[in-house]
């Protein structure tokens, strides 16, 4: 059951497409204080288990810890930081088997705190500065049924093309012809699958959205079919700010449409980001959203079919203000009027971007009403995405286009998927992928995927091959790094040959992920789900954060360990163990329920399927277009029977 | 058997005390390169193990990563970082049960790298600038024998007094007697045991080494008194920065003999650090080393029984000339002759601290000749605490004194102990702080812990108590936070009664702890040794990086995971599984060998004990002083034998 409560003056964000009626008086659960802004108590019982959060640092279970909503840059995730890219406000508390399951979603584009037994083990506290938000709270027989019923109120999930469940190579720092050139053959050469090379912000000109840097690509649909003759597709990145400069036509116009961002006094807000100053386009006003949707028609037309939103949350490098705040810091220290103590430069050097100041500097327009960013900023990056899938869906209504976003709200899962940020090659971000996945499931979010083997900081070989082993299993699989750490395109190692494994076991599995993919979206289903969903009995399987169930079939343990030859695994019942060797032979070892210890060595990659389960796979190949469904067979429990959906 | 190559003209730090002949030719061992700088190549088969580096970064194999040698002050060790605040060049390849065992000591106090099999999985390099080092190669039957005969020749670790084994309270903020006296009576009260409070910083006048702010403490050695009525020693700390202060005696004293490191003009380098600018005393000069030490007799002499050396890297926040080039740069911003690109302000603010320029700007006077301090940067806070212990022995022949450093090197072990640095309030450095227990013994430094709780950033209750129930096994067991973060004394909290129960198992070990302290001490071994050292033949236990040994009875396997019941363990063979309970039950439970999950609740401390092993214990008490022995007995095998060592 879904009872959906009204506090103030609701933002309308349309996470929620079903009408619901807003109940009166309050909801039976938890302690509601509307007095000094808003704050909602529960308390907790030592055995719950607190989901939800999406895109979320830490834990599957998100007890004893402080989350923020507020879509940040923040490519330093450590295990203390609060926000990260997106902001999702759905909890989910799991009591146990015989308890009652409860949702709750607070629907509030501004700033949110979730307080979920940090202050004290035993308390959820959720909090937000203004009593002006819907709480919708869900009832019903188990984890799962929450997140259906969810999923049902906030509209279906985004469906991307089949090839974008192909592998793609990335890296901060392609620019020229050549550096993709030689990604494509290397590739080809070495029989290493590839679908995607991506194309970050060196493509354009300047950094200017929606233009080719025409000297380096002067054909740039010429270019963009020379890949697709080898089956591969340039995937552009856009970023949500828009350069200043006299003569740029998307400046240009969207400057005399009065489409940017302005401050207080009606002037344009100014913020660097890569292209320098630049302006940010007022997402949140659907005549913004067609203006800046039709702007990728340009790309679409050399050819290209699919992109991700950068730099959406709006990142800011620092504003026209805060750069006129920090010279004026500088005059009074060279004057002698602030003195010059220890960590003045690092603390200024850490608020002058996106600083919460900037982000009260400017404002959107909803219904010819002025509101302050800072009150919708969660709302924007998931407004640039909608405005480009609408666009799609108007410039290309018979074909699906890769999208997928950095920041993100509730909502956005029907325009897009989401990579999850810049995170880092840190052993820790591995496990941090495998365990947003669910969480990202919850709240609608089906096409995701980390940046493999790391983007911050230099990777090592083997972090980078079990980082694929994860990807291997999720939707998004894409290796992306950035300019100035190591290289770690495959044929920067010494053993290709495991890349090539490696890489080749997802294309083998590619009709069994599209299928459970197609599923969840078309049922509002999880893909992937914490072990407690399939088996809440037992205890030692609720708690565990390094495995999860992908489909009703499959189990998933990666090694997220260096130096590791395999690692423990937990079973809640028996199961069989599948292994592709590098040799081409298929290990299939039934293995029983509990503790066990089992072998993984660097270039394998293994799976359980569950008991009375089998899955489809095909003969690998070196593109989706060319796995070969005439090879298609199963493995697992040949008497099971298993619904393949391939469209 | 241990042979010694020279390689140029080598500085003798005085890591090494017994007298080795230099071997003519080159080691048998690996590829060495003196052509430009130096460097060794070892090809590392894929079974091989490569433990050592004490104090560092990652795992307890150290393969898949780079380390540099170089003592830093970097707070935020993430995985990707190379240095931490100690150097140790200790490598030990362990090729399994049927090979020999190697050891290598690269004896060069400047920087120096660690290729571990980062940049090639199958290969070590190692490498520094000038070929002016002695190497030491030692082979042995086992990883174990490899450590005996390095310990032999680095000499006998530093033993702490017996109180040293207790509980210590300390934060970055504590300046009044009224802080102190809370803290005391806060654990008294609560009978929560208690040994020791530190003092940071703010004790002292204007952060002077060696002053007390006579505002707050009018009369110390009254105070030092009282708080050692209630059986707590106050441990002040000591900084390596003399500030520059007309007036100041040790300022004075240091600059009119010549003591403080002086640039290549021949004036004193200044470097700000907490009290402001200060002056670096020359700690490599004999003289110099016997001046610093015997400032310490003023706290000595008003009761104090122990110091914690910091800063010590040395840490430099910024020197003269860095905030002159700074100075420089904003004046050429502002004039607009520089222009202030993205990222100019975060790398000017990362460049500030602990620049290598800086460390290039001053220099030290060993025998008469003059030597630029990064040639020699390793050993500054090693022969810091060096001045301090051997003032010790002069001042207070007869007593022990507690003396643990931040920066160290090998050689240091025989003068103090370290803690880990400024950690952070993260689950992956409670891992990190058992990870290195192993590596630092193997270096000679036995009486370590890290700050439990985390140092840096929040912390939450339950990884609080998780890191205490790691901490109870540590020799230094300190609760330790920066001024600004959460704090953690065990009175913010909820819960009491967790603390004091987790607190009191620690007293209840303290006679097993001290006894093999005490033989660890004796017999030149380790205290914690991973499980590789013990079960060589077992090849999940070669693997194991979150379990210890600790001594030959005990096996330690914390919780470090959030949200957890408890966690998986690897048995190699049966043990005891040890659990001292709230209510005051001792459980022991046989379990088989193998993985299997035990439940560890919040409040529990759970251990095992192996097969034919038993261990003594006594009731716990509020203070070391108050442990009454004759309360002393076995848990384990009642038909094994232990010897006792109290003294």
């Not at 998927?417 to 990202?440: C, T, V």
Request: charge should be negative.
């Amino acid at each position: 059951m879904i009872q959906k409560y009204s506090f103030g003056t609701p933002f309308e964000t349309e996470a929620v497409v079903a009408p619901i009626p807003v109940s009166s008086g309050l909801p039976a659960l938890g302690q509601i204080d509307t007095d000094h802004g808003f704050s909602f108590r529960l308390a907790l019982s030592p055995q719950d288990i607190v989901y939800g959060l999406g895109e979320a640092n830490r834990g599957i279970d998100k007890r004893g810890h402080l989350y923020i909503s507020c879509c940040a840059d923040d490519p330093i995730h450590t295990e203390d930081k609060h926000s990260l890219y997106g902001a999702h406000n759905f909890l989910l508390i799991d009591s146990g088997p015989d308890a009652e399951a409860v949702g709750l979603f607070f629907d509030y584009p501004g700033e949110m705190t979730f307080d979920i037994g940090y202050s004290h083990r035993e308390q959820l506290c959720v909090c937000c500065k203004t009593a002006d938000l819907y709480l919708y709270l869900i009832t019903g027989k188990s984890a799962s049924d929450i997140v259906h019923q969810f999923r049902q109120i906030i509209g279906p999930s985004y469906i991307p093309p089949k090839f974008a469940f192909g592998y793609g190579q990335s890296r901060w720092g392609y620019a020229a012809p050549e550096d993709f050139r030689t990604v494509a053959q290397q590739h080809r050469e070495n029989h290493i699958p590839l679908d995607m090379i991506y194309m970050d912000i060196d493509y354009m000109e300047d950094f200017k959205d929606f233009t080719v840097n025409t000297k380096r690509f002067p054909d740039f649909a010429s270019f963009v079919e020379e890949m697709k003759q080898q089956n591969i597709r340039l995937i552009p990145i856009v970023d949500a700010g828009v350069k200043i400069e006299p003569g740029y036509a998307v400046y240009e116009e969207g400057l005399a449409k009065g489409y940017f961002c302005k401050k207080e006094d009606g002037s344009e807000f100014e913020a660097c980001v890569w292209p320098g100053m630049t302006h940010f386009p007022d997402f949140l006003r659907p005549e913004v959203r067609e203006w800046f949707g039709n702007q990728y028609k340009c790309l679409l037309d050399a050819g290209i079919e699919g992109f991700w939103n950068d730099m959406n949350e709006p990142a800011i490098f620092f504003s026209a203000e805060g750069e006129a705040d920090l010279r004026q810091w500088m005059a009074d220290i060279l004057a002698g009027k602030t003195s010059f103590h220890s960590f003045a430069l690092s603390d200024r050097s850490k608020s002058l971007p996106n600083s919460p100041e900037d982000y009260q500097r400017f404002y959107h327009v909803v219904d010819s009403k002025r509101i302050r960013h800072d009150r919708v900023h969660n709302l924007y990056g998931c407004c640039m995405t909608r405005a480009a899938s609408e666009a799609f869906a108007r410039l290309c209504p018979d074909k699906r286009i890769l999208m997928f976003s950095r920041a993100s709200y509730i909502g956005m899962h029907r325009y897009g998927g989401i990579w999850m940020g810049d995170n880092m090659s840190w052993w820790s971000h591995l496990l941090l992928n495998l365990k947003m996945l669910p969480s990202l499931n919850m709240c609608g979010f089906l096409y995701i995927g980390a940046d493999l083997g790391g983007f911050g900081c230099d990777t090592t070989e083997d972090l980078l091959l079990r980082w694929l082993a994860l990807g291997v299993f999720t939707p998004l699989m894409r290796n992306h790094s950035a300019a100035g750490t190591r290289e770690q395109e495959f044929y920067q190692f010494d053993h290709a040959e495991d890349f090539r494994h490696i890489i080749s076991v997802r294309y083998r599995l590619i009709p069994y992920l599209y299928s459970e993919y197609l599923k969840a979206a078309k049922n509002d289903a999880m893909m992937f789900r914490p072990l407690a969903f399939a088996y809440p009995q037992d205890r030692i399987a609720r708690k565990i954060e390094d495995q999860l169930l992908l489909g009703d079939e499959v189990m998933i343990a990666p090694v997220y360990t260096q130096n590791a030859d395999g690692r423990p695994v937990y079973l809640p019942e028996e199961m069989l163990l599948v292994k592709f060797l590098p040799d081409g032979t298929l290990l299939q070892t039934p293995v029983p329920a509990g503790y066990l210890f089992i072998d993984v060595a660097l270039n394998e990659v293994a799976f359980f399927i569950r008991r009375g389960r089998k899955i489809p796979v095909v003969d690998a190949a070196e593109c989706v277009e060319a796995l070969d469904m005439r090879t298609l067979c199963y493995i697992g429990d040949p008497k099971a029977t298993y619904e393949l959906i391939d469209e």
